[in-house]
């Protein structure tokens, strides 16, 4: 089992950045995929970004690509989300989330697949 702890998240002026980590403590972290659903007010989670249990392939939603890079490093069990020219249409709190995975090299892109998820930390964008 993953436990899963997001940090990162705070107020930021509209074309600033910020970098979320999430933090996994148990005995597997590889051996999970990854992604980031931030929840908006009012709104369901919906899969932003993505990455594989390799590190070696992501998936991004349109409205983050050439904003938003995920990343994790396995050996710190850390999963990370740099958010660049954020827009207060990025306001949500983010959760990052794991899904069990034999694929070395497959962004999991089913969000009823993915099974552990963090407690969430918010992004405030002001205009």
């Known amino acids: 089992q993953v436990q899963l702890v997001e940090s990162g998240g705070g107020l930021v002026q509209a074309g600033g950045s910020l970098r979320l980590s999430c933090a996994a403590s148990?005995?597997?972290?590889?051996?999970?995929?990854m992604g980031w659903f931030p929840q908006a007010l009012g709104k369901a989670r919906e899969l932003v970004a993505a990455i594989s249990w390799s590190g070696g392939r992501t998936y991004y939603a349109d409205p983050v690509k050439g904003r938003f890079t995920v990343s994790r490093d396995n050996a710190e069990k850390t999963l990370y989300l740099q958010m660049n020219s954020l827009k207060h249409d990025d306001t949500a709190v983010y959760y990052c989330?794991?899904?069990?995975?034999?694929?070395?090299?497959?962004?999991?892109?089913?969000?009823?697949?993915?099974?552990?998820w963090g407690q969430g930390t918010q992004v405030t964008v002001s205009s």
């Open positions: 148990g005995r597997f972290f590889a051996g999970y995929a």
């Open positions: 989330a794991a899904a069990p995975t034999v694929q070395l090299h497959y962004a999991e892109t089913a969000a009823r697949n993915y099974e552990y």
